[in-house]
C-alpha cells in the first residue's frame, strides 16, 4: 500500500527550506501529538503529520550530503515514536517539547 502524503504542498520543495525550519514545523506536529492523547483521531493525524515531516527531513539531508545531522534526526524520530509506544526511554513531553522550541526561536 502506498503511503498518503499529508503535506502535499511542502512535499517537493521541503528540501529548499533550512533544517531549523524543518525542525520547528515537526515540534508544531509533535506538540499537537502531545495536546491530543485524549482524541484519538487529532492525536492520529498529528502523530502521523509529524513522522512524515522527519522522514522528509531525513531524506533532504541525505540528498544534501548533510549526514552529520542524520543521526539527532533520527533519534528525535525515535525518541517521539517511542513516548507513545510505552516510553521505554522514559521521556518527559515538556523537555521533549523544549528541544523543538529552540528551532522556533531561530527562525
Not at 5 to 28: C, E, T, V
Request: net charge negative; glycine share 4%; with cysteine.
Amino acid at each position: 500500500m502506498d503511503q498518503i502524503i499529508q503535506h502535499q504542498n511542502l512535499y517537493h520543495d521541503w528540501k529548499n527550506h533550512s533544517l531549523p525550519y524543518q525542525m520547528a514545523n515537526i515540534g508544531s506536529e509533535v506538540s499537537r501529538s502531545f495536546k491530543n492523547q485524549n482524541n484519538p483521531s487529532r492525536f492520529q493525524g498529528a502523530f502521523n503529520r509529524a513522522l512524515e515531516l522527519f522522514d522528509f527531513t531525513i531524506n533532504s539531508e541525505v540528498e544534501k550530503g548533510h549526514t552529520g545531522s542524520l543521526r539527532e534526526i533520527c533519534r528525535a524520530r525515535e525518541e517521539f515514536c517511542d513516548y507513545f509506544n510505552g516510553n521505554s526511554f522514559h521521556s518527559d513531553p515538556a523537555k521533549i517539547q523544549l528541544y523543538y522550541d529552540q528551532f522556533a526561536t531561530v527562525l
